[in-house]
């Protein structure tokens, strides 16, 4: 594909205050970078960079990629739960067994059974 001269841009709007936060600022410039990059591609003056970068983003390996990903933050998530509800249910164990010791008699109990005269 042949580079056409480059013609003139439309100027892009300015906005008038950035993002409060830097993850806010980051998809600002996102959002423009898309922006500029559809108008190049309009316009067919994008590099061929730009046009195979957009090629790949559609394709069919890169959805599946995406979708893996996807999954595996799922599983990660699961297992951190899991981890955390284990951890939750091996306190209450813990407390179980406690509570079922103080049932237990203690050795002076059970002596003092045997120590009774009336018993025999």
Same mark, same amino acid.
């Given at each position: 594909?042949?580079?056409?001269?480059?013609?003139?841009?439309?100027?892009?709007?300015?906005?008038?205050?950035?993002?409060?936060?830097?993850?806010?600022? =980051? $998809? %600002? *410039?996102?959002?423009?970078?898309?922006?500029?990059?559809?108008?190049?591609?309009? &316009?067919?003056? !994008?590099?061929?960079?730009?046009?195979?970068?957009?090629?790949?983003?559609?394709?069919?390996?890169?959805?599946?990629?995406?979708?893996?990903?996807?999954? =595996? $933050? %799922? *599983?990660?998530?699961?297992?951190?739960?899991?981890?955390?509800?284990?951890?939750? &249910?091996?306190? !209450?164990?813990?407390?179980?067994?406690?509570?079922?010791?103080?049932?237990?008699?203690?050795?002076?109990?059970?002596?003092?059974?045997?120590?009774?005269?009336?018993?025999?």
């Amino acid at each position: 594909m042949g580079r056409r001269k480059k013609e003139e841009m439309e100027p892009i709007e300015v906005r008038s205050a950035p993002g409060a936060t830097a993850e806010a600022r =980051e $998809n %600002e *410039l996102i959002a423009l970078a898309y922006d500029l990059a559809e108008q190049r591609l309009l &316009n067919g003056t !994008a590099t061929s960079q730009e046009v195979v970068h957009f090629l790949k983003m559609g394709s069919m390996r890169q959805r599946e990629e995406l979708e893996k990903l996807k999954k =595996e $933050n %799922e *599983l990660l998530v699961a297992k951190t739960e899991a981890i955390h509800s284990s951890t939750a &249910n091996e306190s !209450a164990y813990l407390e179980v067994i406690a509570a079922l010791r103080s049932y237990q008699p203690t050795q002076d109990d059970s002596e003092d059974e045997y120590d009774d005269p009336y018993l025999y």
